[in-house]
């Protein structure tokens, strides 16, 4: 509303353009489109318009009619929407909705905007501000600043500790609005960041994506795009982003990922199973499978799936994992048929001397020290130093990689039979084993988040993951030895998610701890950004019925209101007679919700009140870029 006022005060300089206070937008959007003089020299006259919407090519001034154009045909102009676009959302090509051209654009209401999306329990309903890209920029940059991030521990094997030194090889965990933290992120990991996981809420109407606004469907494909957008700039040249989904959304975020990814940069649609015994549903269909769609950021080596093409290939026991196994001599068989390997037949095979292997690239593989000498009936053979095998079971039935095999691309079915990887009902154990409590409906388990980072990384990149949740991926992510950054804003990140990783530190033998003979160690950062207008929402919520009106006092001179608030007119009479509720619901309304998170570049404010500690980490944080 800001800038929109301040234009429209500029076009009122010419009786033409706007009379008695009524702005005639047609005429605007004509002469705009004609390029008329009055106008151009109206808006070339002053800075903020010049700003807005003109760009300088060598010195002259060039006029965007077009974002002209959108700026004052925007539903600004009209009561209660921010949007240009229609109130429907579907697949459009050239104004149309899905025709047969060949470019298809998902167009929905709020798609020019910036949803804030906070929220700190999962029942919890909130009215959403739709920041509009054109009209509020101003806003919208203050939003996105960098922010100062408090309360920082160090957890590692010793317990919590003071953060006394902050590096990139640092882990990290924060608290708070999962779009601003990016936005934070962006000033000090821009490009660094290798895998990307999130499993978002679903917005099927039954999970914690529950915002109190009658264009569900768009708010939710408002609230990804803002956070997928910048999720690409974190992301380094070779990155890869994996986003999880079942078929509420999974084909509109499939295109919108498409817009933001662009076509050519998507690698797979991954389908998990999820479980093995799914519900009946009211159309008698028993869903099994959610979706994992994959994207790279530019360009990719390519995923690694760790499973040898070609005969009848067993997998790794986790059971069996170590770092080195050791095989006495004559335990093991093999299927091979002089020298020849063969499915579905076994012949026994006596070593000759003990065999040493050592892993190799992934958890699949394990590669020879030295010679491996074995003999098949009364053949001797030799199999040389870097044989890759794959071992199954406490059996020990081996099959090596001749020269010339290669590993074979993963399957875009993730399951328990084609990769060993678990169901829910499996995570929901594993959950259940840390806790002794079921805390999650439907948590991924940790050997599926294994397999996903497995396909993408190797040990000390970086993987996010911006809907943490109870912490899976960070908790998989240490075990693997990839460094990490996890985002929550829900209030159980304290009690669970942290939790969790103390756990992992201390070597808690659940989930995939024994496929990467994980014993413990390491440490992670815990911070929260700061939260100036939550402490004021705080004391508007539990203020008892006399203490309102001192509130309310307090407001006026503070930089926490609204700038679109006037206080002159509404008297202090006026506020006092309200009820309780009608007070509490106006303190609310007058704050401005871009204070809630105080901005790094206004950390010295003695109004805010942030203390020695937190400036000093928050500023080594960002001078780590």
Same mark, same amino acid.
């Given at each position: ?33 004609? *390029? ?6 109206? *808006? ?50 050239? /104004? ?31 009215? @959403?501000?739709?920041?509009? @890209? ?58 660094? =960041?290798?895998?990307?996981?999130? +499993? ?20 939710? *494909? ?6 997928? @957008? ?8 070779? #990155? ?67 499973? =040898?093409?070609? #005969? ?12 080195? *196994? ?5 335990? =093991? ?67 090596? %990689? ?15 039979? @084609? ?60 075990? %693997? ?8 804003? %829900? +209030? ?28 413990? /160690? ?50 202090? +009479? ?52």
């Amino acid at each position: 509303m800001k800038i929109y006022n301040h234009i429209k005060t500029v076009l009122e300089q010419n009786e033409k353009f706007c009379k008695d206070g009524k702005l005639f937008k047609n005429v605007v959007v004509e002469a705009g489109l004609k *390029l008329d003089p009055e106008l151009l020299s109206i *808006l070339l006259s002053d800075e903020t318009a010049k700003k807005y919407f003109f760009t300088d090519v060598n010195g002259v001034a060039v006029f965007d009619k077009v974002k002209f154009q959108k700026f004052v045909s925007n539903k600004q102009f009209l009561p209660d929407s921010y949007t240009a676009f229609k109130n429907k959302i579907g697949l459009t090509a050239n /104004g149309e909705y899905l025709t047969e051209a060949n470019e298809v654009v998902l167009d929905f209401p709020y798609k020019d905007c910036v949803l804030e999306g906070g929220q700190t329990k999962d029942d919890q309903k909130r009215q @959403e501000i739709f920041w509009n @890209e054109t009209l509020a920029p101003d806003e919208i940059d203050r939003l996105f600043e960098p922010k100062v991030l408090t309360n920082w521990k160090r957890y590692d094997k010793d317990g919590e500790h003071e953060v006394k030194s902050i590096s990139l090889d640092d882990n990290l965990i924060i608290k708070g609005n999962n779009l601003i933290a990016l936005h934070s992120l962006k000033k000090v990991y821009k490009g660094k =960041v290798k895998l990307i996981y999130i +499993d978002p809420p679903y917005n099927t109407g039954n999970d914690s994506f529950q915002y109190n606004d009658s264009f569900n469907h768009s708010t939710w *494909l408002t609230f990804m795009k803002n956070r997928l @957008e910048v999720a690409k700039e974190l992301l380094s040249d070779n #990155g890869v982003i994996f986003v999880q989904c079942d078929d509420h959304e999974q084909e509109y975020l499939k295109v919108l990922l498409n817009d933001i990814f662009k076509r050519e940069n998507f690698i797979a649609n991954f389908m998990w199973m999820k479980t093995s015994t799914p519900p009946s549903l009211s159309k008698n269909i028993r869903k099994k499978l959610e979706y994992i769609l994959c994207f790279r950021k530019n360009s990719f080596e390519g995923l690694n799936g760790g499973i =040898v093409e070609g #005969g009848d290939m067993p997998l790794l026991n986790s059971g069996n994992k170590n770092d080195i *196994l050791t095989f006495p001599k004559g335990s =093991v068989k093999f299927n091979i048929e002089d020298g020849t390997y063969k499915s579905k037949q076994l012949d026994r095979v006596e070593l000759i001397e003990d065999l040493i292997v050592k892993n190799g690239y992934n958890e699949n593989q394990l590669v020879i020290q030295g010679e491996f000498k074995w003999k098949q009936n009364t053949l001797n053979n030799e199999i040389n130093e870097g044989t890759t095998f794959i071992i199954k079971s406490e059996k020990f039935a081996i099959r090596y %990689m001749r020269e010339g095999e290669r590993v074979k691309k993963p399957s875009n079915l993730i399951s328990k039979k @084609e990769c060993n990887v678990g169901t829910n009902e499996d995570a929901a154990k594993e959950i259940e084993a840390l806790f002794g409590e079921k805390l999650f409906n439907f948590p991924k388990p940790e050997s599926l988040i294994a397999y996903i980072i497995n396909m993408a990384t190797i040990e000390g990149d970086i993987v996010l993951d911006f809907h943490l949740g109870s912490g899976t991926t960070t908790a998989v992510a240490h075990k %693997m030895g990839r460094r990490y950054i996890g985002i929550e804003q %829900m +209030d159980y990140i304290s009690n669970v998610t942290i939790e969790r990783m103390k756990k992992v530190i201390i070597g808690e033998q659940g989930g995939v701890s024994k496929n990467y003979n994980w014993k413990g /160690g390491g440490s992670f950062i815990y911070c929260e950004l700061a939260e100036q207008t939550q402490a004021i929402l705080t004391k508007i919520n539990e203020a008892k019925s006399n203490e309102f009106d001192s509130i309310w006092d307090d407001l006026k001179n503070s930089l926490y209101i609204s700038y679109k608030v006037e206080f002159k007119n509404v008297s202090d +009479d006026e506020f006092i007679n309200k009820s309780v509720e009608e007070k509490k619901e106006i303190l609310k309304t007058i704050l401005d919700k871009n204070t809630l998170y105080v901005p790094f570049s206004e950390m010295e404010n003695s109004e805010y009140e942030i203390n020695s500690y937190d400036k000093l980490n928050t500023t080594r944080f960002y001078g780590n870029n």
